[in-house]
């Protein structure tokens, strides 16, 4: 299976503030990764596909970069709907396999 | 708009097997990958397997002795049988499609429901 590790865990952030998320994949995945977002008692929203592409209706202060094993997902400035858990999660091959995910609090 | 609607118990005892159904409504089940994905409580996301349209499956080898996952065309639903079910188990339970051509991410899912594993 390919692991996916997300960095950090956990993050405290204000609003405004310019957020960065790393996904590292075990093995090379090309640009097979996807960006979620979850809220408590919620379904994961998908917002960013194969690596850089914003999904429809997402807004444009998401965005995602990165190929290989090492990816990033960037917020440029925290709205207060944005404290979140965000996973990775990599289509390359099966099984599936997220990461454990990044939760975002606000400081 | 798509939208999808798991059903089924949210009660199970040990032992027994769990059935969960997946509606697809808005749209046609044709020509995607359905998944199943489960989260126990406080923890990450977990998936199961999936299914495409022409019956083809492909499970998680973690769980591949314990899980069939079936589609129904006719009434575009999809399916998930779970056996010997344990406290382990206990989670929220996702359906999810998974795009076939125009990529493979998850871009629909159903809200969830909670099957605990209780005797």
């Known amino acids: 299976d390919i692991q996916m590790t997300q960095s950090p865990s956990s993050l405290s952030a204000s609003v405004g503030d310019r957020v960065t998320i790393t996904c590292r994949a075990s093995?090379?995945?090309?640009?097979?990764l996807h960006w979620y977002q979850q809220k408590p008692g919620k379904a994961p929203k998908l917002l960013i596909y194969a690596a850089s592409n914003l999904q429809s209706g997402v807004p444009s202060r998401f965005s995602g970069s990165g190929s290989g094993t090492d990816f990033t997902l960037t917020i440029s400035s925290l709205q207060p709907e944005d404290f979140a858990t965000y996973y990775c999660q990599q289509s390359y091959n099966s099984p599936r396999t997220f990461g454990q995910g990044t939760k975002l609090e606000i400081k | 708009q798509v939208q999808l609607q798991e059903s089924g118990p949210g009660l199970m005892n040990p032992s027994e097997t769990l059935s969960l159904t997946c509606t697809v409504s808005g749209g046609s089940i044709s020509s995607y990958y359905w998944s199943w994905i489960r989260q126990p409580a406080g923890k990450g996301l977990d998936w199961i397997g999936r299914?495409?349209?022409?019956?083809?499956?492909d499970y998680n080898p973690s769980l591949k002795s314990r899980v069939t996952i079936s589609v129904d065309t006719s009434k575009n639903q999809f399916s998930l049988k779970l056996s010997s079910m344990t406290a382990a188990d206990t989670a929220v339970y996702y359906c999810a499609r998974e795009g076939a051509v125009t990529g493979h991410y998850f871009d629909y899912w159903g809200q969830g429901t909670l099957v605990t594993v209780s005797s």
């Open positions: 299914i495409y349209t022409s019956g083809s499956t």
């Open positions: 093995q090379s995945i090309n640009s097979n």
